[in-house]
């Protein structure tokens, strides 16, 4: 089955899109980097959302896995509309499973 893949952009002051590789690893480890997955699965529910026969793929860091607010973003997208879960492939970034392998490992 095809999937989409959603991937998150930052737009700078300029309105020049700046693709994740390029700010990701600064920010992956700290409450902006929880911040920008809570916004993105945030878009990726809403996606589901207005169109529920697409399959999308939202990638997150594992650290994110217990952030309150990820997980009340979660939860409340799912409560609204629980089939959105079929269609829902949260992928996390290796670079964050390699790094906090134990929060990966329980979820």
């Known amino acids: 089955m095809v999937f989409y893949e959603g991937l998150i952009r930052i737009i700078d002051p300029a309105g020049r899109h700046i693709p ?5 690893a600064e920010v992956d480890n700290t409450e902006l980097g929880r911040l920008i997955d ?3 699965l945030q ?3 809403a996606t589901l959302t ?3 026969a697409v399959r999308l793929s939202v990638n997150i860091s594992a650290q994110s896995i217990g952030y309150p607010k990820w997980v009340r973003t979660l939860e409340d ?5 629980p ?10 970034t290796k670079k964050s499973i390699i790094s906090t ?7």
């Open 20 to 24: 994740a590789r390029d700010f990701i």
């Open 43 to 45: 878009l990726g529910l």
């Open 77 to 81: 997208g799912l409560s609204k509309s």
């Open 101 to 107: 392998p134990e929060v990966a490992r329980y979820s």
């Open 83 to 92: 089939d959105l879960a079929k269609n829902l492939i949260l992928e996390m």
């Open 50 to 52: 207005e169109q529920p």
């Open 38 to 40: 809570c916004a993105t």
